[in-house]
């Protein structure tokens, strides 16, 4: 299951293979394009080949086989410094020996911009930023995401096509990396970037993009916009990686339309919406999300209803995290409101729990996560 994007495209990647060794391939077979003013996350574990890709979009990297455009032109033989491309990495890159002036002045001078333009060009990039009394500091003088922000608006001064993004936040804690994503994704929306985002973070692919490209294994599992992935997974690697998620293997006993019959576990029976298994008999990974799973009275008049045992409670401010066992599976999780908590419940207890058919997808057999 894929999303187009319905912008004309600004990148494609028609046909691309990489391998560095001659016998593996990082990268195969990449079909991709991506929208004018399009924020496209790649995202995966490490050794997907979603940075691969980048690395050769920058011209970093060449592919061994296919062709990568940039509109009508064809990039691939391309040096980095002639694509005319803003990137932004983890690292920030700044020059250390620099003001923040000078180093958003930098690439401005490389492309020869006139003094008075460039001087425009800077002050507007600073208020945009919100670190025009900082012009003058240099990087060591700043915080972590103030120099994020100075590499971000270098990135955007020279008014590139096209902004390539390497986990950029990834050096953040977990406050300020939430709040930079945010004034990204508004900056995108402001200017009109089109921009290629890596990342191996899920929440962060999620909170910023137009739309995802899962990987894993050299290839595309499903690009689609961030509530499609997680609603509508097109297979058991992007329901668990995509999100928490329970799962289960089983059988397929019925169908019936986008619906399925499947038994699991220790005689338990589920209906399903069907995703891709069309056939009697066939092995099937089930996904339930934590927050669709119902306890007790809540479960009642649900379709499907299963006996479990509470393991743990983990409270996280909002709800909680209920683990259970639940036809052998010890790491069954319900998300609950804590408003809608019923306090005597205590571990070692059993428990009701119900869900919907359209709240569990019947995917492809069981697809280990990788780390």
């Not at 240099?138 to 390497?166: N, T």
């Not at 200017?191 to 890596?198: A, D, E, W």
């Not at 052998?328 to 205590?346: E, K």
Request: with cysteine; charged share 25%; hydrophobic share 40%.
């Amino acid at each position: 299951m894929s999303a187009a994007s319905n912008k004309d495209p600004l990148v494609r990647f028609c046909g691309v293979q990489k391998t560095f060794d001659g016998e593996n391939l990082v990268v195969k077979d990449l079909n991709l394009s991506i929208g004018q003013g399009e924020f496209v996350t790649l995202l995966g574990p490490s050794g997907s080949g979603k940075t691969t890709c980048l690395m050769m979009l920058a011209g970093f990297e060449t592919p061994t086989s296919g062709d990568i455009y940039l509109a009508e032109e064809r990039l691939n033989t391309q040096p980095p410094h002639k694509r005319n491309l803003g990137m932004v990495f983890q690292n920030y890159a700044l020059f250390p020996h620099m003001t923040v002036e000078e180093n958003l002045r930098f690439p401005l001078s490389a492309r020869k911009v006139p003094k008075a333009e460039a001087d425009q060009r800077v002050k507007r990039i600073l208020d945009k930023i919100q670190l025009g009394e900082f012009a003058k500091r240099r990087p060591a003088q700043l915080s972590g995401g103030q120099q994020q922000r100075v590499a971000l608006a270098r990135a955007l001064v020279f008014e590139p096509r096209l902004v390539l993004m390497d986990e950029p936040l990834g050096a953040l804690d977990k406050q300020l990396r939430e709040q930079m994503q945010l004034e990204i994704k508004h900056l995108h929306e402001q200017l009109g970037l089109t921009v290629v985002f890596v990342t191996h973070d899920q929440s962060e692919a999620l909170t910023m993009s137009d739309r995802v490209a899962v990987f894993n294994d050299g290839v595309i599992q499903q690009i689609d916009t961030p509530q499609n992935l997680y609603e509508k997974p097109a297979n058991a690697f992007v329901a668990q990686f995509i999100g928490e998620n329970n799962t289960f293997d089983g059988r397929i006993e019925s169908l019936e339309g986008d619906y399925c019959q499947v038994s699991f576990g220790q005689g338990l029976s589920t209906g399903a919406r069907v995703v891709n298994v069309r056939e009697k008999g066939a092995p099937t990974s089930l996904s339930i999300r934590p927050e669709r799973v119902q306890l007790n009275g809540a479960s009642k008049g649900l379709a499907n209803q299963v006996t479990g045992r509470i393991e743990e409670f983990i409270y996280l401010g909002d709800h909680l995290r209920v683990r259970c066992s639940v036809a052998g599976n010890d790491q069954f999780v319900a998300r609950v409101p804590v408003t809608d908590f019923a306090s005597d419940l205590q571990v070692g207890a059993e428990v009701q729990l119900g869900w919907r058919n359209d709240d569990v997808r019947a995917l492809d057999n069981h697809v280990k996560r990788e780390v």
